[in-house]
């Protein structure tokens, strides 16, 4: 139930780690020599190329403390690269921009700089560079669930990786084909696994000194397969072999809940009870593991002791945000509440109040996500530009990417207006729950 919020958390996680190494050149300066290259900049008599790469090492160093200092930098480095004609640095300079597009969520914008750094990228024979973006423009895809065109970025880049023998991408590729495989319907669960097993065997062949976090990513998402398709004792098998690869709490408590939602599932509720434990014991204020104890109390009818931990973990929750977790908790919740009112039960009526209002807050959220999405959307999406004409070529070969992506728009504006009823909706829900409260002497 929780599997797709840890998906993104990994998602995140790579995409941080393949832009970082995947930058070319790998090399960057001290962050103390920043103020030097600014003053290399100022020099008038700084050759072209010089200055362009004192751009990009400028936007290297800035890029994880200050996004608008590094947009800045690439600014400045594509509006010289233009001037001069250089594709590569213009290439570098929309990668970089969509990077830092990604990074704030603007998913439409992000897909636009990674198609014209490819353009630009490709001409100037950066294959790695342009393999980077392959990878990137399907893990953007993957963010939203469009799996059958994130397939195809990933295999180009698997392709360039493979020529260029980038073992370490080479199994990251692979590992993100088993997720967009697992996706999609029209393939099978042993097409999806095997590609897992694929990337397993070239991290412990062919990478020196291995690359545990990468293969504790890949247990956990066999295990999330497995489990997709009732296979509940390989997925158990997968989360033990993640487990014992888990170097910190964090990892830990991940695995501790993984294992007590899948039994808890298959209905052995004593097994449950034990992994809920023991991630409680390394984190009690795991919030994922409180969600899963409180459901798991649901189920057995202990209503009092699934609100006890249910509240716990809302009271940990950030209800400023959209959180899918939240949302969990909340629904769960009320329906212990509901269940314990249906057995005449005396109800806290000003925690049931509470609780309406923090789900109406989510809903409002929603709404508001929604409705920026398909306003911006669809206007990013038809005014994908290019700089020159020579660059339609490459728009031609994305234009099944291109109207995958107006069927996006069009679906995130069918969003809104649900959410924007179901808005309504759970107002209409909360003034008939206070007037249920209030009636009954809650």
Request: glycine share 4%.
């Amino acid at each position: 139930m929780r599997k797709l919020t840890y998906f993104l958390v990994l998602t995140i996680f790579l995409s941080c780690s393949t832009t970082e190494e995947n930058i070319h050149p790998k090399q960057t300066i001290d962050k103390s020599s920043i103020p030097s290259l600014m003053g290399v900049l100022d020099d008038e008599d700084l050759p072209d190329k010089d200055r362009m790469w004192a751009y990009w090492q400028l936007y290297k160093q800035t890029i994880r403390q200050d996004h608008e200092s590094a947009m800045g930098y690439l600014e400045e480095l594509e509006r010289l690269a233009t001037h001069i004609g250089s594709d590569e640095y213009i290439g570098k300079a929309n990668f970089g921009k969509g990077y830092i597009t990604s990074e704030e969520n603007n998913f439409f914008q992000s897909v636009n700089y990674y198609t014209k750094a490819v353009h630009h990228l490709s001409k100037s024979n950066k294959a790695l560079l342009t393999a980077d973006a392959f990878y990137n423009i399907g893990r953007l895809l993957q963010e939203v669930s469009d799996f059958d065109n994130a397939e195809e970025y990933f295999e180009k880049s698997l392709s360039i990786y493979r020529e260029a023998e980038d073992w370490k991408f080479i199994a990251r590729s692979k590992y993100m084909l088993g997720i967009c495989f697992g996706k999609n319907s029209a393939h099978s669960f042993s097409k999806a696994n095997r590609s897992f097993e694929e990337a397993i065997q070239v991290v412990n062949n062919e990478l020196d000194g291995g690359d545990n976090q990468l293969l504790f990513d890949i247990y956990v998402h066999q295990g999330f397969l497995a489990s997709d398709f009732a296979k509940t004792s390989s997925a158990l098998d997968y989360y033990s072999k993640a487990l014992k690869l888990a170097t910190d709490s964090e990892q830990k408590v991940k695995v501790y809940n993984l294992l007590g939602d899948t039994y808890m599932i298959d209905g052995d509720y004593a097994s449950s009870l034990h992994w809920l434990n023991k991630g409680l014991k390394e984190n009690p204020n795991s919030v994922l593991c409180l969600i899963t104890y409180g459901e798991l109390m649901q189920k057995q009818g202990n209503h009092l002791s699934a609100i006890d931990f249910l509240e716990r973990s809302i009271a940990l929750s950030d209800k400023g945000v959209i959180d899918r977790n939240l949302q969990d908790a909340l629904n769960f919740a009320n329906q212990s509440y509901k269940a314990l009112s249906e057995k005449g039960s005396q109800i806290n009526s000003r925690k049931v109040i509470d609780l309406m209002s923090i789900q109406v807050q989510q809903d409002k959220l929603e709404e508001k996500l929604a409705k920026k999405l398909s306003s911006s959307a669809l206007k990013d999406i038809l005014n994908l530009q290019v700089e020159n004409e020579d660059l339609q070529d490459e728009v031609t070969k994305l234009a099944s990417l291109k109207v995958n992506l107006i069927f996006v728009a069009i679906f995130l504006m069918l969003a809104a207006v649900l959410a924007f009823s179901r808005y309504y909706n759970t107002r209409e829900k909360n003034r008939k729950a206070i007037e249920f409260c209030e009636s009954n002497g809650y």
